[in-house]
């Protein structure tokens, strides 16, 4: 798996003056990072985020994500490419409301037409992976930030993404929440090699993260790969 | 999906159910005063056959024309006997028709005399069942020149049981004749208007004054086991039949024909309205859903719900609404139509009024159950068609931006 920015540019015209929200950024991803993208709010991570996950169009450049370039998709292949390679967990968790954890999580797995039973069991071990075994049949409106959004990485896990985009994930929890989620998703990372790429301005992420990206301006200014 | 769509309903459970209550008594409102104009025109129909008309007449080409005494239908007897026999055909009468003057002492008035015969009469017409214990009978004995009137006739002549009331009229030679006749009976439909022109008596009264052959007739009349042949069975007869003029109901009133039609075009024109404004109200609230859930729409559209998949869940959503509030509203309907159509509406405080355009003052709803079918495929129908739009402003949704939206 690998993920390739190439000269990335985003511009907005909302007034006369032009934003360039995205400014011109290259980058390559490969399996198993657990990046975070950093930066003060407006430098363009979520806009980043947001071309990675083929949920924006760039106004030049292009993401490369295993030789597909995502901006020459149509939008029914773009939708399909998201369903079949990338999670998404929002800073907002974003679940269904009227679903419950388990549904919520079968949901993804549903719209790729598993099989029943294959997807019962896996719904299952994935809630019991991020510590909600005894939630599965709770509402999100049963559940608290923390385990919202721990279902919400168990969802993002659930069609067997190539990589996870993390927006924000930890911003609206406390910090044995963020530090349970981390927790999780390092372990995700470890175990089984999975990609997490985080937009973040919370240190705890940063501190966490194998390779930190920082943003200013729309442009990377550093990118800075730990020592483990 | 279908989950989603089902559990959305329920999420504002307020606003779902004023969605429901509007659509159930919207419904409940169209169905019944649509039941209760067709139980109206059908009370008018049935009457119109009971009392009036029957369903297939027979003539002599020449009488329908000029009511012309001397066109006569030929050997109506042997008619009678060979129609009675016909499959379809429940009972046929023969009757004298005369046009002429009902006197007393105090007034008189034209009317149109009938000459009946009074047991195969009974067995096409209904109307001996419309004169009270208190009001006589319909010639039940077999005294000569008996004459049965209507209760507005009879206030109009200032006649009662027993009154003797003079008959004149033109006979079989064109002669001017005439006779007095003692009130048998008193009827009264609910068409007051033909009840005032309307007087009966017995063939054999009447041919002996009026010098009508025996044998001769001036109409039959035929009852049909269903009412809506008549027309096939007109084409029918007349085949058989070529030395008279046989006539469906539809033709012999086309009046009957027209209100059948416009009662259809009204419950249509009813229906359309009703479900219009329903699915502007459908609209309305739909527009509302997709304007609180653009986030989790675009969340849906970012991990990978198509656009046709999402297009569905909001006419899914749109559809479970509009069947349930059809479904409450059809409950309604039936038992209130079923409720009214056994007790009636009574209107008795503009019974005069409602009998002078030939209604009754008790009117019974009634609706035919295919109507509740097309009432519901016209409600999913309405709702399908009110969720496109919703649908497709859910469409242009950006996810990227939607997710952002507070």
């Known amino acids: ?151 919400a990485v168990a969802r993002a896990l659930a069609s067997k993404p190539k990589f996870i985009l993390a927006d924000e994930p930890t911003a609206n929890l406390d910090s044995i929440a963020t530090n349970q989620l981390l927790e999780i998703m390092e372990k995700l990372n470890r175990e089984e090699n999975m990609t997490f790429i985080f937009a973040t301005h919370d240190q705890r992420v940063m501190d966490k993260a194998k390779r930190v990206i920082t943003l200013d301006d729309g442009k990377v200014i550093s990118d800075v790969l730990k020592n483990q | 999906m279908t989950k989603i769509a089902w559990r959305s309903i329920w999420r504002s459970k307020l606003r779902s159910s004023v969605v429901i209550f509007a659509i159930a008594s919207g419904l409940l409102g169209g169905l019944f005063s649509s039941a209760w104009m067709n139980g109206m025109a059908m009370q008018r129909v049935n009457n119109t056959f009971a009392f009036e008309i029957g369903h297939v007449q027979l003539h002599n080409p020449g009488f329908s024309e000029n009511t012309d005494v001397k066109k006569t239908i030929l050997d109506t007897r042997k008619k009678i006997l060979s129609l009675s026999n ?17 006197a007393t002492a105090n007034k008189n008035m034209g009317v149109n005399i009938v000459g009946v015969e009074p047991d195969t009469e009974k067995k096409v017409f209904e109307l001996y069942q419309r004169i009270d214990s208190a009001s006589g009978g319909f ?80 109409e039959i009349v035929l009852l049909l086991d269903d009412y809506e042949q008549a027309a096939f069975m007109a084409q029918e007869l007349q085949g058989q039949y070529p030395d008279v003029k046989i006539e469906d109901w539809a033709e012999i009133s086309p009046y009957l024909s027209l209100m059948s039609g416009y009662m259809d075009t009204m419950m249509g024109l009813f229906m359309v309205i009703i479900l219009g404004a329903l699915g502007f109200g459908i609209v309305n609230t739909m527009l509302m859903v997709v304007l609180e859930r653009t986030r989790e729409l675009g969340m849906l559209m970012a991990i990978g719900m198509t656009k046709k998949r999402i297009f569905i869940m909001i006419m899914l959503e749109t559809i479970f609404l509009a069947l349930i509030g059809a479904f409450i509203g059809e409950i309604l309907s039936m038992l209130s139509i079923a409720h009214f159509g056994t007790v009636g509406i009574d209107l008795s405080s503009v019974a005069e009024g409602m009998e002078a355009v030939g209604y009754g003052a008790i009117t019974y709803p009634m609706l035919e159950g295919y109507r509740y079918i097309q009432i519901t495929i016209l409600v999913i129908l309405t709702g399908i068609l009110a969720s496109v739009y919703p649908a497709l402003k859910a469409l242009k949704l950006h996810p990227a931006e939607a997710i952002r939206s507070t």
């Open chain 2, 139 to 218: 010639f039940e004995n077999d005294k000569k020149n008996a004459i049965v009137i209507s209760k507005a006739l009879a206030k109009e002549l200032n006649a009662k049981l027993k009154s003797k009331i003079v008959l004149t009229f033109q006979d079989f030679n064109g002669e001017i004749t005439g006779a007095a006749f003692k009130v048998v009976g008193i009827y009264k439909t609910d068409n007051s208007p033909w009840d005032k022109l309307h007087v009966f008596v017995k063939n054999e009264d009447l041919r002996r004054v009026c010098e009508v052959p025996a044998d001769q007739s001036h």
């Open chain 1, 1 to 151: 798996m690998s993920i390739h920015v190439n000269k990335l540019t985003k511009t907005y015209h909302e007034t006369e003056i032009p934003v360039h929200a995205v400014n011109g950024i290259d980058l390559s991803f490969e399996k198993g990072e657990f990046a975070a993208i950093v930066g003060p709010s407006g430098c363009g991570k979520t806009t980043l985020m947001n071309m990675i996950g083929g949920l924006d169009v760039p106004t030049s450049g292009n993401v490369v994500v295993d030789g597909s370039v995502m901006s020459e998709l149509s939008s029914n292949k773009l939708i399909d490419f998201r369903l079949r390679n990338i999670g998404f967990v929002f800073q907002a968790y974003n679940l269904i409301p009227v679903l419950s954890a388990k549904e919520n999580v079968e949901f993804i797995m549903q719209l790729q037409n598993w099989n029943k039973k294959e997807m019962e069991n896996r719904t299952l071990a994935l809630l019991e992976s991020v510590g909600l075994g005894e939630k599965i049949n709770s509402k999100p409106n049963q559940l608290s930030g923390g385990q919202q959004q721990r279902v």
């Open chain 2, 86 to 102: 016909t499959d379809g055909i429940k009972a046929a009468t023969e009757r004298i028709r005369l046009s002429g003057m009902a």
